[in-house]
């Protein structure tokens, strides 16, 4: 009895983590009216009828947009500044390296007010814009810190490998170099995307009049979150378990194969 107390904590404490998202799950199929707070009956209306809530499926959409260009850009910015604080020597690169963590360590709601009270001196109208370029900043950090470890990790003798064999500059990084962080930035990238798509407090000082999901999903909270929000939520979650899945078993088989051939 005394060497179950671990794994009985792990699952109780498994279960106390799964809950919201079983009670998401559930009341997706709620046959609900105006509210989503009681249980009135199964029906996968809501699943085959998901944007019928208005408003629902255009918030949902500029996540999608926002978190696509927002991980492109700083995966793209972030991996440059990572490899150049990494490879290269120059003045204040320390102090560029502790400016980055900033972002990281500053509470949202300072970050948010911050980037608000930019964009409102500059004259620049809040939209879709700026919470892209909000997004895109506070991901750099990330991205930075992710691709930093994997080029600091990287063997400079494949690449002085590649050279040897009289390969451009361009040819190495894009031969060489990048198929090697090729980890860490999709690493940084699926960080990124799931940091912008989840934000609220950062989009909600700077989006305006623009509706994201987690930003429909608050102002709906005061009334009952529809059904149709407990569908999208339980469909991305579903989405992210397969990506994941389906990773791992393509990793395993790889590794089978490579173990088969060695």
């Known amino acids: 009895m005394a060497g179950l107390g671990l794994p009985v904590y ?3 404490a498994l279960v106390f983590l799964l ?9 997706s199929f709620n046959d609900s009216a105006k509210s989503n707070l009681a249980w009135r009956g199964f029906t996968l209306e809501k699943w085959l009828t998901v944007c019928n809530e ?20 700083a995966t793209a910015l972030g991996t440059a500044i990572a490899i150049a604080l990494v490879r290269y020597r120059f003045r204040f690169r320390s102090s560029i ?22 964009f409102l001196a500059l004259g620049t109208q809040k ?9 895109t900043m506070f991901c750099i950090s990330f991205v930075v810190v992710t691709v930093k470890a994997r080029v600091a990790g990287l063997d400079p003798a494949l690449e002085e ?5 009289y390969g451009s500059a361009a040819q190495v990084f894009w031969r060489i170099t990048f198929p090697l962080l090729l980890p860490g930035i999709l690493a940084a990238a699926l960080l990124s995307f799931a940091l912008s798509f989840d934000d609220f407090i950062i989009t909600n000082f700077n989006a305006g009049s623009v509706d994201t999901f987690p930003k429909f999903i ?45």
């Open 10 to 12: 792990v699952a109780l």
């Open 19 to 27: 809950i919201p998202i079983g009670y998401t799950f559930a009341f």
């Open 54 to 73: 208005p408003g629902l499926c255009e918030a949902f959409g500029n996540s999608i947009l926002v978190g696509v260009v927002a991980t492109v850009l």
């Open 97 to 118: 390296s502790l400016l980055l963590f900033l972002p990281m360590a500053t509470p949202e709601v300072v970050l948010g007010a911050g980037l608000a009270a930019q």
């Open 127 to 135: 939209g879709i814009v700026t919470v892209i370029l909000a997004h």
């Open 161 to 165: 490998a590649g050279r040897d064999l």
């Open 218 to 262: 608050y102002i709906a909270a005061a009334r009952g979150i529809p059904a149709e929000a407990n569908v999208i939520a339980s469909a991305v979650f579903i989405l992210a378990i397969a990506i994941v899945v389906v990773s791992q078993v393509g990793r395993a088989a790889r590794q089978k194969r490579l173990d088969r051939l060695s």
